[in-house]
């Protein structure tokens, strides 16, 4: 059998329990603690069922047992985070971090996820960043003068869960360093908005950029290229507005439509952090065991 690499996920939020239906099915991921702090919670029920080890110590839990777990995915808070990345790193624990908490190296799979497989700690720094970023990059790499870019999300206000709401701040200034530092733009804009419509909404993303001469056709190109690699992660991620030019102004949008595992499929937002998470931690797995199993 293939050898796994054992996983625990910090946090039983909508976002944790979402990445443990993921790793159920993953064949490089086991997932060996569920840990929130309610025991009697329906996530915790859930994990039990699925016959996974559940704790409400919090990282206690993994200082406790250090050698139960090779990965950690912090799904809790950036403030949470802050607290625990130095613990982490005591013990010598890859963390992939799904908070806004900026200490880790920033990791879309989709740009950087090689830069990424040496380190002990990545950031996945929002599900806007994952969003918007890659398109960012292909901007910044088709154009060598970007001189702003605004990403505008909008998202459904019931997958915005309380954590997301206690980050607001946190989510807007790490989406805007994330996009200024892999697209090279002098000036980013995070605007992110929760809509209450109902039926919910599915997460839409807009990008607009300012660069002194467009280069539109070669932009076209290589945003395709780009959203074919991020659908081998993300296979709800789609064009929906193709890359235009007025003036110096450049404009495209995509959606997102969730896996539809734990989570509602409009629920896009979570799904697609949550996907960038496994496929890092996937990585993770084929770099340490792939080559037992000739990969």
Not at 23 to 34: Q, V
Not at 73 to 78: E, G, H, K
Not at 138 to 166: C, F, L, N
Not at 180 to 196: D, G, V, Y
């Amino acid at each position: 059998m293939r050898k796994k690499m054992k996983v625990a996920i910090l946090g039983g939020g909508l976002i944790g329990t979402d990445l443990l239906v993921k790793i159920m099915r993953s064949p490089w991921l086991e997932c060996t603690g569920f840990i929130s702090r309610n025991l009697n919670s329906s996530r915790m029920l859930k994990a039990i069922n699925l016959g996974v080890f559940v704790s409400d110590k919090g990282i206690g839990a993994i200082e406790e047992n250090p050698d139960q777990y090779d990965l950690i995915f912090d799904a809790t808070s950036a403030a949470a985070h802050k607290i625990h990345a130095p613990i982490f790193e005591k013990l010598r624990k890859i963390v992939i971090d799904l908070t806004p908490a900026k200490i880790g190296k920033m990791c879309v799979p989709a740009v950087n996820i090689s830069e990424c497989l040496n380190l002990n700690n990545v950031n996945m720094i929002t599900c806007g960043g994952q969003a918007s970023i890659p398109l960012a990059y292909t901007i910044g790499q088709v154009h060598k003068d970007v001189k702003y870019i605004e990403v505008v999300s909008t998202i459904s206000s019931r997958s915005a869960g309380p954590a997301t709401r206690a980050n607001l701040d946190e989510y807007i200034d790490t989406t805007e360093n994330g996009i200024k530092h892999f697209s090279s733009a002098e000036k980013s804009k995070a605007i992110l908005i929760l809509n209450p419509a109902d039926p919910c909404i599915n997460m839409q993303t807009t990008v607009c950029a300012i660069v002194s001469k467009p280069e539109i056709n070669k932009l076209k190109e290589e945003v395709h290229k780009m959203i074919t690699f991020l659908k081998t992660y993300v296979p709800g991620y789609e064009l929906v507005v193709e890359p235009t030019v007025e003036d110096n102004r450049i404009f495209m949008m995509i959606r997102v439509n969730g896996l539809g595992d734990f989570l509602p499929s409009y629920a896009g937002n979570l799904d697609i952090i949550n996907c960038a998470a496994i496929a890092m931690a996937e990585k993770y797995a084929i770099q340490k065991y792939g080559e037992a199993h000739g990969k």
